[in-house]
């Protein structure tokens, strides 16, 4: 879409009914720009968050730095207009966000991740950050931190999304006889995961929720979508798999790649040649997963099939119709439109996907809302849904407000 005071002009005149189709798209979807206004972050050093200091930056990339960033400070925001007494951080990897929202916001955290090794480096890194905060501390005294730290409370356990987890629910520490006043969050909690949050929200111990979905090709099929009664009354509710995968692309990004038409564009022509060799070979082996392989720009079309079959653990010696080959990388501009288009209806399928659990919520009598919190440039999936089981009113405003 053209910025503001931007002309574009197009060697050809577009249909009518694709301007309309791209229009209808943009305003059905939900708006992925934020509604702060900031200078960047990354200005200074591209690598670097001027607005996280030295200790929390160390082993966490660009991204993430942003987005631990943005959503612990909303979770900060929401436990306090909420009272909350714990934040369950569910799906927390290497615990970047659990450390930040702990050992640099102050909450009572604890963390849930099924995978030990995550959670074992998870607990050396806490103790990394530690020691630097306490180095720090000597080195300026007047800037001693207030009160006592507390890291992030690590366990291993993997959530399901059709049972309440009990480990979840559990406090860390006794509370007077009001109990425990629990704000789940996940910072882009994978396919049926964000699902779970949603379904523990609904426990009495749970006042709030802060969730970032990714994913969503992941999700169950029947069980995690549609999971509002209104979106499964409607026919023809259901969002097949090519539709969920398409709408984790990053959008942003590839309108860059696009603009520069460098010969990256290839990939999707020489990967949609690789699936029909691949379904010629092996029919009954759908969705492979075929990693990124690098420099393709670089490769013969049948270097990259190759490459591709010995990946998906087939013959890459297999005979090659080259001929076909050939005639499919004829295709390439073709390719490149009909993904675009895939790309066009993403942000759409997208809301689809969210507005189904804003609704979810809504029918249980929750007060929900989504929100941009991420750069989408920097961060794809940025749309948080934040829900409660009281209205917040007018305090709403003050989670989309950019931390000073």
């Known amino acids: 879409m053209p910025g503001e005071g931007e002309v574009v002009r197009y060697r050809s005149v577009w249909p009518l009914s694709l301007l309309a189709l791209k229009s209808t798209a943009c305003a059905l979807a939900f708006t992925r720009t934020p509604g702060f206004q900031t200078p960047s972050e990354f200005l200074e050093n591209p690598s670097q968050s001027s607005r996280l200091t030295a200790p929390f930056r ?39 966000l659990s450390r930040f929202m702990s050992l640099g916001l102050g909450l009572m955290v604890k963390s849930i991740e099924g995978d030990q090794r995550l959670v074992e480096r998870a607990q050396r890194l806490d103790q990394e950050l530690l020691q630097a905060l306490e180095k720090e501390e000597k080195r300026h005294p007047q800037a001693v931190h207030a009160g006592p730290r507390h890291s992030p409370h690590h366990v291993v356990r993997w959530v399901e999304p059709t049972a309440l987890c009990e480990e979840l ?121 075929v990693q990124g392989i690098p420099r393709v720009h670089e490769l013969k079309i049948e270097e990259y099939v190759q490459r591709g079959l010995q990946q998906v653990g087939l013959d890459p010696q297999l005979p090659l119709n080259l001929a076909a080959l050939r005639a499919h990388q004829a295709q390439e501009n073709r390719v490149v439109a009909f993904f675009s288009l895939a790309l066009l209806l993403a942000p759409l399928v997208e809301t689809l996907i969210l507005l189904d659990r804003l609704l979810h919520l809504q029918e249980q009598g929750f007060h929900a809302e989504l929100l941009p919190i991420f750069s989408p440039e920097l961060s794809p999936r940025n749309l948080v849904l934040v829900a409660t089981k009281r209205p917040l009113g007018e305090a709403f405003s003050l989670l989309e407000t950019e931390h000073s």
Not at 230 to 250: I, Q, T
Request: hydrophobic share 35%.
């Open 58 to 96: 160390k082993h966490v990339r660009p991204k993430k730095q942003h987005e631990i960033r943005r959503l612990g400070e909303l979770v900060k925001k929401l436990s306090d207009l909420t009272g909350c007494t714990q934040v369950v951080d569910i799906g927390s990897g290497q615990g970047h």
């Open 169 to 289: 629910l559990l406090p860390l520490e006794t509370l007077p006889q009001s109990g425990a006043r629990l704000l789940l969050t996940g910072l882009h909690a994978c396919g049926d995961l964000s699902v779970a949050l949603l379904r523990h929200f609904s426990c009495p111990e749970v006042v709030a929720l802060a969730s970032v979905g990714c994913c969503y090709m992941k999700l169950s099929d029947p069980g995690g979508y549609p999971l509002s009664q209104w979106v499964a009354g409607l026919p023809g509710c259901e969002l097949p798999y090519r539709l969920r995968e398409g709408a984790c692309h990053a959008l942003e990004e590839y309108a860059k790649r696009l603009q520069k038409a460098g010969p990256g564009l290839r990939t999707h022509c020489y990967r949609a040649a690789l699936e029909t060799v691949i379904r010629g070979a092996r029919p009954e082996l759908r969705r492979p997963g």
